[in-house]
């Protein structure tokens, strides 16, 4: 997905740390067999989640939309010691590839990887969370927002993708996604149980810190 000029984008590349091989060759199968390879997070943002995931050092970890599970390998890289990931997708025609990649990855013991829709899944998740991964269907971000919100520790982070949509939350005549988008951007500015930055990074991530 083109976010910054290709030369732009190269040097930004070129000054992050190396994408590991298993993350390059899971970008290469999706663009090669999956539908809409522009979801998965790639080099530069995936870089960011495990650093993120590094400094938290989480015990519990939640995504929301796994697609290749290129994300959620990034972030349990920064997974203490007996931590777990769990992530949800309701795609089950991925669920033998990327199961494969966690095996590849070291992460079977580490990864629960539920198939569902998450707004049934979350209610039932029995812990509390360092940090959660937003990166579902973008209508229900709010509702991801309020179901997550009780289950995350005081001080954890809260990380929601796409919050910029292309660019197409600063456009007249909305669509229902960046309606939605616009609406989950307000929601957080408004709430005072957290403090929030929109980092510009790739398609725009909102980093929520619940005070
Ligand atoms: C943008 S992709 C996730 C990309 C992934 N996090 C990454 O960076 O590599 C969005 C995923 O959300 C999943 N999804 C959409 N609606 C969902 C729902 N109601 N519950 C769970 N997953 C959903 C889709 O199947 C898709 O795989």
Redesign the pocket.
Known sequence: MDFFPDDLQKYVEGHTSAEPELLKKITRDTNAKVMMPR???GHVQGRFLSMISHFIKPQNIL?????????AICLAEGLNLGGKLVT????EE?ESRVRGYFQEAGLTEKIDYRIG???NIIPTLDRIFDLV?I???KE?YSKYYDLVFDKVRAGGVILA?NVLWSGKVTKPKPDKDTRALLEFNQKVMNDPRVENLLLPIRDGIMMIRKI
């Open positions: 979801m998965l997070s995504e929301v939309g796994t697609y290749t599970g290129y994300s949800i997708d309701v795609n991925l829709d998450a707004a991964f990166d579902a269907d229900n993708d």
